[in-house]
């Protein structure tokens, strides 16, 4: 026996779309529209933070503590995002352009980026101090052991010492000058092959400033004809920046301060 046919008007008024299809497409534009606005937001955020690529332009100073110095130290000469934050720290990693001594601008990217440009780069390391001799102090008692031959006659004023092959200095040499009412000034340096570009940082240096600061710097060799102005201006820089009456939160922690050792090479 036959099953009879549906009635008419039981299937003509049936909804071409659910309800719930409905529900269910409104939910996803809605989703949609929220993924494309966070996406917007996220990439504009992102590009920014690309763009600098781990630099900051912000002059904001921060109250950074090392040993026994306080320092306010801008976020855009602090090489690392992690060490833009007050409070103590074991060092400070800082970049500055030649001559302006200045941090990083976002005009003058390319200065900081362009490998062929970061010749004109002062890199300052700021820790706390643990040798009785800053690089000048130890030419005496120590390098003047390993040098190997006589003294040559450099650029500059500068006069040139071979370190002995042994000595684990590689290539480097080391450069010195008298400096008129004080000691010798002294750098070492990997001096590059003839025909071949100086790097940003192959010579290095190191003073000491404040309480009990050690400043190590570096800069490019090519640059050895302003040793004289680049040693006297990383001085006044961070000597310009030490606080010596800073505000500290009271529930700051501190860092123990290292034991002094003896001099190391």
Same mark, same amino acid.
């Given at each position: 026996?036959?099953?009879?046919? $549906?009635?008419?008007?039981?299937?003509?008024?049936? #909804?071409?779309?659910?309800?719930?299809?409905?529900?269910? $497409?409104?939910?996803?534009?809605?989703?949609?529209?929220?993924?494309?606005?966070?996406?917007?937001?996220?990439?504009?955020?992102?590009?920014?933070?690309? $763009?600098?690529?781990?630099?900051?332009?912000?002059?904001?100073?921060?109250?950074?503590?090392?040993?026994?110095?306080?320092?306010?130290?801008?976020?855009?000469?602090?090489?690392?995002?992690?060490?833009?934050?007050?409070? #103590?720290?074991?060092?400070?990693?800082?970049?500055?352009?030649?001559?302006?001594?200045?941090?990083?601008?976002?005009?003058?990217?390319?200065?900081?980026?362009?490998?062929?440009?970061?010749?004109?780069?002062?890199?300052?390391?700021?820790?706390?101090?643990?040798?009785?001799?800053?690089?000048?102090?130890?030419?005496?008692?120590?390098?003047?052991?390993?040098?190997?031959?006589?003294?040559?006659?450099?650029?500059?004023?500068?006069?040139?010492?071979?370190?002995?092959?042994?000595?684990?200095?590689?290539?480097?040499?080391?450069?010195?000058?008298?400096?008129?009412?004080?000691?010798?000034?002294?750098?070492?340096?990997?001096?590059?092959? $003839?025909?071949? #570009?100086?790097?940003?940082?192959?010579?290095?240096?190191?003073?000491?400033?404040?309480?009990?600061?050690?400043?190590?710097?570096?800069?490019?060799?090519?640059?050895?004809?302003?040793?004289?102005?680049?040693?006297?201006?990383?001085?006044?820089?961070?000597?310009?920046?030490?606080?010596?009456?800073?505000?500290?939160?009271?529930?700051?922690?501190?860092?123990?301060?290292?034991?002094?050792?003896?001099?190391?090479?």
């Amino acid at each position: 026996m036959k099953k009879s046919a $549906a009635p008419e008007h039981a299937t003509e008024h049936l #909804p071409l779309i659910s309800n719930r299809f409905v529900y269910m $497409a409104t939910a996803m534009v809605a989703f949609l529209a929220l993924l494309s606005v966070a996406i917007n937001l996220g990439g504009r955020k992102l590009g920014a933070e690309m $763009a600098l690529a781990g630099h900051s332009d912000s002059t904001q100073d921060f109250l950074v503590t090392i040993g026994q110095d306080h320092l306010r130290l801008a976020a855009n000469t602090l090489r690392f995002e992690t060490q833009r934050r007050d409070g #103590p720290a074991e060092r400070a990693d800082l970049y500055l352009l030649w001559p302006e001594m200045s941090g990083y601008r976002s005009e003058l990217r390319a200065r900081f980026d362009d490998i062929t440009q970061s010749g004109g780069l002062i890199f300052i390391q700021l820790s706390q101090s643990t040798m009785s001799r800053d690089m000048s102090g130890r030419v005496e008692p120590i390098y003047s052991h390993l040098f190997d031959g006589p003294a040559e006659k450099g650029l500059y004023g500068l006069t040139l010492h071979r370190l002995k092959s042994d000595a684990g200095y590689g290539n480097e040499v080391l450069l010195t000058a008298p400096r008129p009412g004080g000691p010798d000034f002294a750098v070492r340096c990997l001096l590059p092959a $003839a025909g071949t #570009p100086a790097s940003s940082g192959d010579c290095q240096r190191d003073v000491h400033v404040g309480r009990d600061l050690s400043v190590l710097y570096r800069f490019s060799s090519s640059l050895l004809s302003d040793w004289a102005e680049i040693d006297d201006a990383v001085r006044r820089y961070v000597t310009a920046r030490i606080d010596a009456e800073p505000q500290l939160p009271s529930n700051s922690p501190k860092i123990p301060e290292k034991p002094a050792r003896n001099d190391s090479l």
